[in-house]
């Protein structure tokens, strides 16, 4: 099956900050790239989502971008706000990443 | 409000109990999933159904024994579980129009299970 590495785990900006996070994935048949926002104690919520025949995309601060031969794609969130204070997950082919927690500062 | 349901939302049983979990979508998708989010684990897929066909099993043990009756109903049936299997089970549903994994997950609150 598909393998998904994340990175980092753990991820502190100060707010107005951008923050990046990548992932890379195994199968290079995978297509469908999505990123998930789960709150604490609330359930993931898919936030932005790219498929394979673009390279980025963006919805206003959150971007994401992908580099199929290469085989990861990044997630970008700019001038970041305390709300933006979450876990992030990056999937492939129903298999997720491991999980950044973003810590906003104000 | 998801169009995704769980219930119960919280469950503690015991290792020789049998209880079941049970997900509905209102949202008209044709997949359904049950994924186990543990405290130190990426989310794992264990089961998915498409058009009430289970398509997939990620060497799920046998003490979890999912069931789709129909594409809007998803249950996971639970006997002689471990402490180990204490997580939060989420449910989620998702139109693959593209093929398997295509299309946006939208999950449930998710069941909260403590095993003793």
């Known amino acids: 099956g598909e393998n998904v590495e994340q990175h980092p785990s753990t991820l502190s900006v100060q707010e107005g900050d951008s923050a990046v996070i990548k992932c890379t994935y195994s199968?290079?048949?995978?297509?469908?790239f999505p990123w998930y926002k789960q709150e604490l104690g609330k359930r993931p919520q898919l936030i932005i989502d790219?498929?394979?025949?673009?390279g980025e995309k963006k919805d206003q601060r959150i971007a994401v971008t992908l580099n199929k031969t290469a085989k990861h794609f990044s997630l970008h969130i700019t001038e970041t706000q305390p709300e933006d204070s979450a876990v992030y997950f990056c999937?492939?082919?129903?298999?997720f990443g491991a999980g950044t927690r973003l810590t906003v500062k104000p | 409000e998801t169009g995704v349901t769980q219930t119960p939302r919280h469950l503690v049983m015991g290792m020789t109990n049998k209880k079941s979990l049970k997900c509905e979508q209102h949202?008209?998708?044709?997949?359904m999933y049950w994924y186990k989010q543990s405290a130190k684990k990426p989310l794992e897929l264990m089961f998915v159904?498409?058009?009430?066909?289970?398509?997939e099993n990620n060497s799920v043990p046998s003490r979890f024994s999912p069931e789709c009756p129909n594409s809007s109903h998803l249950f996971l049936h639970l006997h002689t579980l471990q402490p180990e299997d204490s997580a939060l089970y989420l449910c989620?549903?998702?139109?693959?129009?593209?093929?398997?994994?295509?299309?946006?997950?939208?999950f449930g609150e998710g069941s909260r299970l403590t095993v003793l």
């Open positions: 790219i498929r394979s025949n673009v």
């Open positions: 159904y498409n058009f009430k066909e289970q398509t």
């Open positions: 949202l008209g998708h044709n997949a």
């Open positions: 199968d290079s048949a995978s297509n469908y």
């Open positions: 999937a492939a082919a129903g298999s």
């Open positions: 989620a549903s998702s139109q693959d129009i593209r093929g398997s994994h295509t299309g946006e997950l939208f």
